[in-house]
């Protein structure tokens, strides 16, 4: 019998078989689903003469992803016979022994649970997307106001464990999910030290494309390739830091200063544009003089009324790099804070990330 069952309803005395040998065996039962959806998406613009408002992540040749979801159920058909006498004619060729029978017929079918329904599966897509589209923003947020950089341990360790649990949610193992997000982020940090942020900024369609490229290669490794791949692509996708201009950040710091945005314009009380931004080169004066790249950079340069800017790098080099940084955070106390100068003065001063009053820290020579 192959997962077979003699079942009788009669009271266990008046059940008789006979036969010259018995042998019998359980089945197992598998089922499984996978469902994922990829393509492309392609978005351009045919304004001329105009800054282009799109999203990054909108922009150019660029993946979309349907979050993968798995899942799986398992049972077993026990063979067996019901209770009452089992008579082998030809024991000496009995190879099983009749006494491990299974003999509760009531509970051995084990009906394979149904695992695919179409709208739940939907459904789960939709929770495992969202929630990608959440967690991802909450790190960056969460980066920018801790001074983590892009491709530092900490934000590393922080996509590693999100992605660990976005694998486990669709199904996934919990290994694919955290080797793809920690694997990404370093990447994606790699590529920025690399390329630049106007480069970065300039081909976020190949940025994404790169992402899904390594999530999908890690997942290889677990045999869950589409699965990194989401993970991955997530990461750099929903990165607010380097693909979402038109941050809470910058609405409250227009806010907080009295000022007016508009689109990639920044309007004072008396209706003159005080900074643009540029796709290709960040935040710009109404002169086109480089401010900055970042919502901070803008913010120091509208609270000090364009006298200070963003200490460029060779400076910070020629005052000792790193360890001068780090030396000046622990004299001033400020753990969370970057380095601004008037290059008029060639005063250097210290602002501590997410408002602060500007504190004198050295001077260097003006070019």
């Given at each position: 019998?192959?997962?077979?069952?003699?079942?009788?309803?009669?009271?266990?005395?008046?059940?008789?078989?006979?036969?010259?040998?018995?042998?019998?065996?359980?089945?197992?039962?598998?089922?499984?689903?996978k469902a994922n959806g990829q393509g492309v998406a392609f978005?351009?613009?045919?304004?001329?003469?105009?800054?282009?408002?799109?999203?990054?992540?909108?922009?150019?040749?660029?993946?979309?992803?349907?979050?993968?979801?798995?899942?799986?159920?398992?049972?077993?058909?026990?063979?067996?016979?019901s209770a009452g006498s089992i008579i082998i004619r030809e024991?000496?060729?009995?190879?099983?022994?009749?006494?491990?029978?299974?003999?509760?017929?009531?509970?051995?079918?084990?009906?394979?649970?149904?695992?695919?329904?179409?709208?739940?599966?939907?459904?789960?897509?939709?929770?495992?997307?969202?929630?990608?589209?959440?967690?991802?923003?909450?790190?960056?947020?969460?980066?920018?106001?801790?001074?983590?950089?892009?491709?530092?341990?900490?934000?590393?360790?922080?996509?590693?464990?999100?992605?660990?649990?976005?694998?486990?949610?669709?199904?996934?193992?919990?290994?694919?999910?955290?080797?793809?997000?920690?694997?990404?982020?370093?990447?994606?940090?790699?590529?920025?030290?690399?390329?630049?942020?106007?480069?970065?900024?300039?081909?976020?369609?190949?940025?994404?494309?790169?992402?899904?490229?390594?999530?999908?290669?890690?997942?290889?490794?677990?045999?869950?390739?589409?699965?990194?791949?989401?993970?991955?692509?997530?990461?750099?996708?929903?990165?607010?830091?380097?693909?979402?201009?038109?941050?809470?950040?910058?609405?409250?710091?227009?806010?907080?200063?009295?000022?007016?945005?508009?689109?990639?314009?920044?309007?004072?009380?008396?209706?003159?544009?005080?900074?643009?931004?540029?796709?290709?080169?960040?935040?710009?004066?109404?002169?086109?003089?480089?401010?900055?790249?970042?919502?901070?950079?803008?913010?120091?340069?509208?609270?000090?009324?364009?006298?200070?800017?963003?200490?460029?790098?060779?400076?910070?080099?020629?005052?000792?790099?790193?360890?001068?940084?780090?030396?000046?955070?622990?004299?001033?106390?400020?753990?969370?804070?970057?380095?601004?100068?008037?290059?008029?003065?060639?005063n250097v001063y210290s602002v501590p990330k997410h408002g602060?009053?500007?504190?004198?820290?050295?001077?260097?020579?003006?070019?």
């Amino acid at each position: 019998m192959k997962g077979a069952v003699v079942h009788s309803d009669a009271p266990a005395e008046k059940n008789r078989l006979e036969t010259g040998t018995l042998s019998w065996e359980n089945v197992k039962n598998k089922a499984s689903y996978k469902a994922n959806g990829q393509g492309v998406a392609f978005s351009a613009t045919t304004r001329t003469g105009q800054e282009d408002r799109r999203k990054l992540n909108e922009r150019g040749l660029y993946p979309e992803v349907v979050s993968t979801v798995k899942g799986r159920a398992e049972s077993t058909t026990k063979a067996g016979i019901s209770a009452g006498s089992i008579i082998i004619r030809e024991e000496e060729k009995q190879i099983q022994p009749v006494k491990q029978l299974n003999r509760d017929t009531t509970n051995s079918l084990q009906k394979l649970a149904t695992i695919f329904d179409k709208e739940k599966v939907q459904e789960k897509q939709e929770l495992v997307n969202e929630l990608s589209k959440v967690g991802n923003r909450a790190i960056h947020e969460l980066a920018a106001r801790k001074g983590w950089q892009e491709g530092s341990e900490e934000k590393i360790l922080a996509h590693s464990i999100f992605g660990g649990l976005l694998s486990s949610l669709a199904g996934g193992k919990i290994t694919t999910g955290t080797l793809a997000g920690g694997v990404g982020e370093y990447v994606n940090g790699r590529i920025l030290a690399a390329k630049g942020k106007a480069w970065v900024e300039k081909h976020p369609d190949l940025v994404q494309t790169i992402s899904a490229a390594v999530g999908r290669a890690v997942g290889a490794v677990t045999g869950e390739s589409s699965i990194g791949s989401n993970v991955s692509l997530g990461g750099t996708k929903w990165n607010d830091e380097a693909f979402d201009l038109n941050s809470k950040e910058i609405a409250f710091i227009t806010f907080l200063l009295g000022l007016t945005q508009q689109d990639n314009l920044i309007i004072n009380a008396s209706n003159e544009v005080i900074a643009e931004w540029n796709n290709g080169f960040g935040w710009l004066s109404q002169t086109g003089e480089k401010i900055g790249d970042t919502a901070q950079d803008l913010y120091v340069y509208a609270k000090y009324k364009g006298e200070l800017k963003k200490l460029p790098k060779e400076k910070i080099d020629e005052l000792g790099g790193e360890e001068y940084t780090r030396e000046v955070k622990k004299q001033t106390g400020k753990s969370k804070a970057d380095l601004y100068w008037n290059p008029k003065t060639g005063n250097v001063y210290s602002v501590p990330k997410h408002g602060g009053e500007a504190e004198w820290v050295d001077k260097v020579d003006v070019d």
